[in-house]
């Protein structure tokens, strides 16, 4: 199959914009694993590491038929009425949620509503799931009924009517051609055929989702929701389905009010939906305040200046699985240090739901293989966890570092730079307790004990430290 598309280019340009804000009463800020590309049963297995490292939810890959190894065929549905490929069937869904659920960690689903599955290289139609999956279906009724969520297996249940114009993406900034046309590799490839909103594709994707929140899903991730109109996903994600759901999009972008595909698809997308989404517009200040003349004062409150999205409705991160596997994000990866110290704003900060990107190597960097059980993120899980529900305060900030406490339960300290930060606060008014010991979770030992109405917090280089009381 031809790979997975890079989505999108990333251009920032200038222009004004105001984001409004909106409730997503259903989120809560508990730490999302990303078990990016996990087999369900490996899933399954790790409930209790993933309970004990602190997680409530797990985000798992998308639960539909699909076929192929490698990770981006995941990401090409050829039939939303079965789970069934390598990553596992509608029984060991099933039983993932069942283990998770007993340990009180919700599962939400990655789901494709867009496109279906590129297939050109190997028919000419536009018929779902076409004649072979079907005479699959047919040599083996009992297991494929067995595993079915909905309808009928006899028949297909998309065709030429339900999709829309054969014609690829070439402006990625044209709101109109990314919403309609294609997703297309070069070179002569067909791209993925676009869906159209008819009753008929809403229906579909309706009982889809009705079926996986049955089986006990609390979230769903939209995957290129950029591609879709508005009237669209609120077409097919009704009041009844995201009843006690946290829905979030994937809507990628260089930057937050301002530039060019914020402005255009993002900034339309909150004022025209509930849902929440992927925090760019923070990553793209995270990743400026870590650059060379990047300043951390600038993390002191993005969302005042537009550059974060409102908490109530951010899922923030330091890494998502494009950004390694697909070679025009690559350059959005951070030094791996960089990276850490950025998980300690995201997990100590107030605002957003944190998610932590877990793979198997697919990218073959070697770097977020069990990311999950790292001792230092599950120490920031742990800080994350504690300090829910209390307000921040920013004690002191500069180019190099950014130190703020979360209520009387924790404190925040970050240096990005290569020497010593030494940051005098004065505490005659901090809700910070004194002579109590305010101990690293990050494994370091270091304590932060106030006894006087100034405090100075040494900051070695290149460190963030997380005191909680």
Known sequence: MTPFLTRLRLKPVLAALALGAASLGSAQADVILHAFNWKYADVQARAAQIQAAGYRIVLVAPAYKSEGTAWWSRYQPQDYRVIHGPLGDTTAFKNMI?????KGIRVYADVLLNHMANEA????????????VLNTYAGNPTYYNGIKLFGTLTSNFLGAGDFGQAACINNYTDVWQVQNWRLCGGSGDAGLPDLVANSWVISQQQQYLQ??????????????AKHM?????????TSTIKSGMHVFGEIITGGGAGELEYDRFLAPYLSGTDHGAYDFPLFATIRGA?????????????TAVGQA???????????????????GFRYQIMDATDEKLAYAYIMGRNGGVPMVYSDNNESGDNRWVNAYDRADIKGMVRFHNSVQGSDMQVLSH?????????GNQGIVGINKCGSTVNATVNMNNSVLWWNTNYTDTLGSGNVVRISSGSYTFALPARTARMWMR
């Open 398 to 406: 500069g180019q190099c570092h950014l130190v703020f406490r979360r």
């Open 98 to 102: 069942a283990a998770l659920n007993a």
């Open 229 to 237: 109109p508005n009237s669209h996903m609120n077409a097919v994600l």
């Open 211 to 224: 079926a996986l929140k049955n089986m006990g899903v609390k979230g769903f991730r939209i995957d290129a």
């Open 309 to 327: 999205l409102q908490p109530s409705r951010a899922v923030t991160f330091t890494i998502t699985h494009d950004i390694p596997n697909n070679s």
């Open 121 to 132: 290289y190997k028919r000419s139609d536009l018929n779902y799931p076409g004649t072979a």
């Open 290 to 302: 870590f650059g060379i003349n990047g300043s951390l004062s600038s993390l002191v409150d993005p």
